[in-house]
């Protein structure tokens, strides 16, 4: 997403020295917490809701959903206890209070233990699947369990759903393997994913990690984007931007609930030690202090964030190895440097056309360092390239590229508009234009294509509106961007202490906040409407709610004064190419085909399970057929696939060519990047007439 990077000094707040009290400090840590975050939301966020009853409402209904979403753990009369705070949340985080957090905490805590014993006393017993009867997937909507056999009715069928599903999953994969030995694995297997998920949810950070899901729901409320991030997690944005972070070196995977390492990348500290190696499944990794903790149950990204630490720290690390030995070893932390997401290209070869392709993943930046990672810069270099091999237009694909740097995609438009301003930003003090500034020369003025998804957001939605509104190019994608037209900063938050009295440092985490909105030059916004493609191509994932419109807290869209900007004389040319291209898409039988199998899933998408073994294959059998038919219509015959051929990429590797490699693979089959090579050979063309 598109950030405002402005990082402000730790803000320091009233200090009392008293004796250590672990949970007194806890409490008090907590609401100094809230207060900073209800400070800096109120007096620094674009557009901060009133502190009112209504949102007390909001908090107490989202945060309760957050808890329990399935409406499997509290029952009815929990939620006519809990009642009593839906209004008193406002008072709360005025003063600040913990009551209705604590109270919340404590009633979940003593009805998830009451489940552990329901669901393992469930799991004990064999199951049969030959009873007409349903789950269903989603109980958003449902009422709250009445009583405690309600809510056990509730567990047998999700109990029953997961073992189905993982019964049938092992049959699969064991043609030969019995019913009765399926149902004991998969009700085993369910069990130790079951357990794991609830050491987790009961386990010593437990309290730690609700509240900052509380934390989220109260920012959040706000507009999707302003966020809390816990102190243990306060790194991972700038480790995100910044390409490189600090760990072994791994790439993990999951197999049956449990995390296994998948693969040992060369050069990581990891591999250096060669104590690590691929399919070790990990047991045990130790904590800030030492303490080894056991990581069942765990998902892949809490996982990664144990692995994650300071540069030079050591990790402790227990694993099972193939063999089935369980070892414990000591492995250093390092610099990882991440290049999956850097820009890369290649050429693509069409008839006497050669096409240049430019794909990138996120703006990244890394600020710290003047030799850190910087995504206009990167893409320069491919450019470069690309020009060196004399292509005839340049493609730059955008597609699921969440955004990132507001400098970097103004300094990346830079090298393809001569002059003028990208984007118009507002806050509180008016309206702010960011211009280019790359001395009145672009490095690229050929034909130019864009494309986008609507998982494509923020900086990708500013740099392909930019290039819309400037008649530079065409944009082609999905029938809309993901629509986010607004700028966070992240604000660290924490008090100095002092070294000589023996007062540590304190860190409350960081606070990315909301402050401004952005604008297309002509005065639109992409703020929930996105950037609609020049020509429009279905999308596998159209029905899925994914877009910033689906955020019922989003801001609303709205306009400024258009700025004064010159486009190109080509807007007539590009818009005759582009409804030849809209003719011909909408006639081809790949993509009329996907529309029509989308359209079946988006009708199926909230169906209820059978819990019958034959009824609930068939109904598998049917979506997985549907996602096979849309699978193949996207991927290109055998005798249609594109030429493709890399370019030279920075610092060679075995690792860094292997996915060089498997990314090319996956561009010679994409029939949205063909359609796409189709429309930059009529502007090719185009040109080549023009002359």
């Not at 402000?8 to 009392?16: E, F, K, M, N, Q």
């Not at 759903?161 to 009700?187: C, F, G």
């Not at 966070?488 to 000589?500: E, N, R, S, V």
């Not at 952005?518 to 950037?531: A, K, M």
């Amino acid at each position: 997403m598109a950030k405002y990077w402005h990082f402000l000094p730790l803000l320091a707040i009233g200090y009392t020295a008293h004796a250590s009290n672990p949970e007194t400090d806890k409490e008090l840590n907590r609401k100094n917490t809230i207060r900073l975050v209800m400070n800096h939301i109120m007096t620094q966020h674009y557009a901060p809701k009133a502190i009112d009853d209504d949102f007390s409402k909001a908090i107490w209904k989202k945060y309760l959903n957050v808890l329990d979403g399935n409406k499997n753990t509290f029952l009815q009369v929990d939620i006519a206890a809990l009642r009593q705070y839906e209004t008193k949340i406002d008072d709360e985080l005025t003063t600040p209070s913990l009551e209705y957090f604590n109270a919340i905490f404590q009633l979940s805590n003593k009805r998830l233990l009451e489940v552990q014993q329901v669901y393992r006393t469930l799991l004990a017993q064999p199951m049969t699947f030959n009873t007409k009867e349903t789950f269903e997937t989603d109980r958003l909507h449902a009422d709250y369990p009445a009583n405690e056999a309600a809510r056990k009715e509730v567990w047998r069928k999700y109990l029953k759903y997961q073992v189905l599903r993982k019964m049938v999953e092992m049959q699969q994969q064991d043609k030969k393997l019995s019913d009765a030995a399926a149902e004991k694995a998969a009700r085993k297997a369910v069990l130790t994913a079951t357990d794991g998920m609830f050491k987790n949810l009961l386990g010593n950070t437990a309290a730690d990690d609700r509240f900052s899901a509380y934390m989220n729901t109260i920012t959040m409320e706000m507009d999707p984007h302003t966020s809390f991030m816990a102190p243990a997690d306060a790194g991972i944005r700038e480790a995100m931007m910044s390409h490189r972070y600090f760990g072994l070196g791994l790439e993990l995977t999951v197999k049956d609930g449990t995390v296994y390492i998948k693969r040992v990348l060369p050069g990581g500290t990891a591999d250096q030690s060669g104590l690590l190696q691929a399919d070790d499944l990990i047991l045990q990794l130790s904590d800030d202090d030492g303490k080894m903790v056991d990581v069942a149950g765990m998902g892949i990204v809490e996982v990664s964030k144990m692995i994650r630490g300071e540069n030079n720290t050591t990790l402790k690390l227990l694993v099972r190895k193939a063999a089935g030995t369980e070892k414990q070893v000591t492995v250093k932390r390092g610099e990882i440097k991440e290049d999956a997401n850097a820009a890369r290209s290649a050429v693509i070869t069409q008839g006497t056309k050669r096409l240049g392709l430019v794909q990138l993943s996120e703006f990244y930046l890394d600020a710290k360092r003047p030799d850190g990672a910087r995504s206009a810069i990167d893409v320069a270099r491919e450019v470069q390239q690309l020009k060196e091999q004399q292509v005839d237009g340049i493609i730059i694909d955008l597609r699921n590229n969440p955004g990132g740097s507001l400098d970097q995609v103004v300094a990346m438009t830079g090298l393809f508009v001569k002059t003028g301003p990208v984007v118009l930003g507002r806050d509180k003090e008016g309206v702010q234009p960011y211009p280019i500034a790359n001395g009145d020369k672009p490095l690229y003025e050929g034909p130019l294509a864009v494309m986008i998804n609507e998982s494509s957001a923020s900086a990708a939605e500013i740099f392909s509106a930019a290039i819309q509104d400037y008649h530079r190019g065409i944009i082609i994608g999905s029938p809309s961007s993901y629509g986010k037209g607004t700028m966070q900063h992240t604000l660290p938050m924490g008090k100095l202490g002092d070294a000589d009295k023996g007062i540590p440092d304190v860190n409350y985490g960081s606070l990315a906040l909301t402050i401004k909105k952005f604008y297309r030059i002509n005065g639109g916004t992409t703020q929930l409407n996105g950037v609609v493609p020049d020509i429009i191509v279905p999308g596998k994932r159209e029905y899925a709610g994914l877009r910033e419109r689906d955020n019922e807290t989003a801001l609303a869209a709205d306009s400024v004064q258009q700025a004064f900007y010159m486009p190109s004389s080509a807007g007539g040319t590009l818009k005759a190419i582009a409804h030849n291209a809209q003719q011909r898409i909408d006639k081809d039988s790949s993509f009329t085909l996907v529309k029509q199998d989308v359209e079946w899933l988006r009708m199926h998408s909230a169906a209820a399970f059978s819990l019958d073994r034959n009824a609930f294959i068939k109904q598998l059998t049917n979506i997985q057929s549907y996602n096979n038919a849309i699978d193949q219509a996207l991927k290109l015959p055998a005798d249609q696939q594109l030429v493709i051929k890399g370019t030279s990429i920075q610092q060679p590797s075995s690792d860094k060519l292997a996915k060089y490699e498997e990314w090319m693979n996956n561009c010679r089959t994409d029939i949205y990047l063909a359609a796409t090579v189709v429309v930059l050979t009529d502007m090719t063309d185009k040109q080549a007439r023009d002359k």
